[in-house]
């Protein structure tokens, strides 16, 4: 079995690089086959699909303007969520994801007020330029980040990218659910993964606080493959280093092929991110409001 791949510390802000220009075509994150096998696999990703729901409904996101990226026909998202906006700016580079997405959460985001705009490009080579465009928006990676493995031959400038996103977000609410690891693995009891409490976790420079106790990445990786019983050969999908130290995360079991699982990450970084811009704007009455928020949150994940 693979030993989960332990990242790079983290840049700082004005190092954080850009992401290297796919060099992997075609798109293999989304396209016709991920839409037959998500209609296909309804029922077996429902466990999944509720969970990243209830981490949904944890988001505080003060934004009535979201960024959607990796939107593609929403076969993973709650309707519920995205009902709380005003505005959605839904980014996908596949041109089969407007048509589904419409098809699949249109009526009931247009009773509901909702309205989607459209783009198909690249969100990641344009982030800049978009974080300016919707200067408050929060941005949601909807099961993006960790396909990017499938765009790129360099994971190491991949990685590096990654981790440097969160730098280039600061000021931003923002979160994201993503591949962490993925790979063969025959659970004696799946029903019981899927149906268990949700891991949480808290990120650590090196590692994560996982079950009140802090493990290195691959030792927590390593725990998680034996809860599904794997074996073979895994893939690490260079997410560890998304998250900055302190983000609570939670870590979703999916069964994505029979006898193919994931593990995704989810977390947000709304509540620090938005600390960090009051405090700058000088609104402290706010910001420790928030820092109040945020230290709640801290200590419901670590108990
Ligand atoms: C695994 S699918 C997730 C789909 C979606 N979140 C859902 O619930 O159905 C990943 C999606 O991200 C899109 N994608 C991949 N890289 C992208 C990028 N850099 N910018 C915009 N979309 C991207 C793919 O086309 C694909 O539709």
């Avoid at 839409?35 to 999944?48: D, E, F, I, Y």
Wanted: hydrophobic share 45%.
């Amino acid at each position: 079995m693979t030993a989960p791949h332990t990242p790079h510390l983290t840049p700082e802000a004005e190092q954080a690089p850009p992401f290297p220009a796919p060099s992997v075509d075609p798109n293999r994150t989304g396209g016709a086959v991920w839409h037959v096998r998500a209609l296909m696999a309804s029922g077996r990703w429902r466990p999944t699909r509720e969970a990243i729901a209830h981490w949904l409904n944890t988001l505080k996101f003060e934004s009535h303007h979201l960024v959607l990226v990796g939107a593609s026909a929403g076969w993973m998202m709650s309707a519920e969520f995205l009902e709380r906006f005003r505005f959605i700016e839904a980014i996908d580079i596949d041109p089969l994801a407007r048509p589904l997405f419409a098809w699949r959460h249109g009526r009931r985001l247009g009773r509901a007020g909702t309205l989607v705009h459209w783009h198909r490009l690249d969100a990641l080579l344009q982030l800049e330029e978009l974080m300016a465009r919707w200067p408050d928006a929060a941005w949601l990676f909807d099961n993006v980040l960790g396909q990017q493995i499938y765009r790129h031959h360099d994971m190491d400038a991949l990685e590096a990218a990654l981790g440097g996103l969160a730098q280039r977000l600061a000021g931003r609410e923002w979160a994201s659910v993503h591949d962490w690891l993925s790979g063969p693995a025959m659970p004696t009891h799946a029903g019981a993964v899927l149906s268990r409490p949700i891991d949480r976790a808290v990120i650590e420079p090196q590692g994560l606080q996982l079950r009140g106790q802090s493990y290195s990445l691959s030792a927590a990786g390593e725990a998680l493959l034996a809860t599904l019983n794997a074996s073979g050969e895994w893939w690490d999908h260079r997410t560890a280093c998304v998250f900055p130290p302190g983000t609570s995360v939670s870590l979703i079991p999916w069964e994505l092929l029979p006898g193919t699982w994931h593990w995704l990450q989810a977390g947000g970084v709304s509540a620090r991110t938005r600390f960090e811009a009051r405090a700058a704007r000088g609104n402290a009455t706010k910001a420790l409001r928030i820092l109040d928020e945020l230290d709640r949150d801290d200590r419901t994940a670590r108990s």
